[in-house]
Nanobody, 121 residues
Framework: VQLVESGGGLVQSGESLRLSCVAS????????MSWYRQVPGKGRELVAS???????NYGNFVKGRFTLSRGSAETMMYLQMNNLNPEDTAVYYC????????????????WGQGTQVTVSS
């Protein structure tokens, strides 16, 4: 299974983008789907996540500006980002974590290649 992010680009401060995460084959036994971001020289930080029972979590920096939603079919999820600012400039990654269906229920992780978001002031 491969994940592909899209929707990144160059926008001005205050504008919006919607990121998509598409799976070559929708995986099963998903535990949580997440968006992370990373800037050069820093580790990846959580932007937003949604669990299998629809509990969402957002990074403190989001402050109501971003919304994670489920997609359909091969589109696993979206990230609607509003009121972007230069501090949001980063590579955004889609992550899906799940478990094997049978004991010992090993977990697995899928990552996309990332999509660049650049916000100019």
């Amino acid at each position: 299974v491969q994940l592909v992010e899209s929707g990144g680009g160059l926008v001005q401060s205050g504008e919006s983008l919607r990121l998509s995460c598409v799976a070559s084959t929708p995986p099963r036994n998903i535990v949580v789907m997440s968006w992370y971001r990373q800037v050069p020289g820093k580790g990846r930080e959580l932007v937003a996540s949604i669990t299998s029972n629809d509990m969402t979590n957002y990074g403190n920096f989001v402050k109501g500006r971003f919304t994670l939603s489920r997609g359909s079919a091969e589109t696993m999820m979206y990230l609607q980002m509003n009121n972007l600012n230069p501090e949001d400039t980063a590579v955004y990654y889609c992550n899906i974590r799940g478990t094997q269906p049978d004991p010992p229920y090993f977990t697995w992780d899928l990552w996309g290649q990332g999509t660049q978001v650049t916000v100019s002031s």
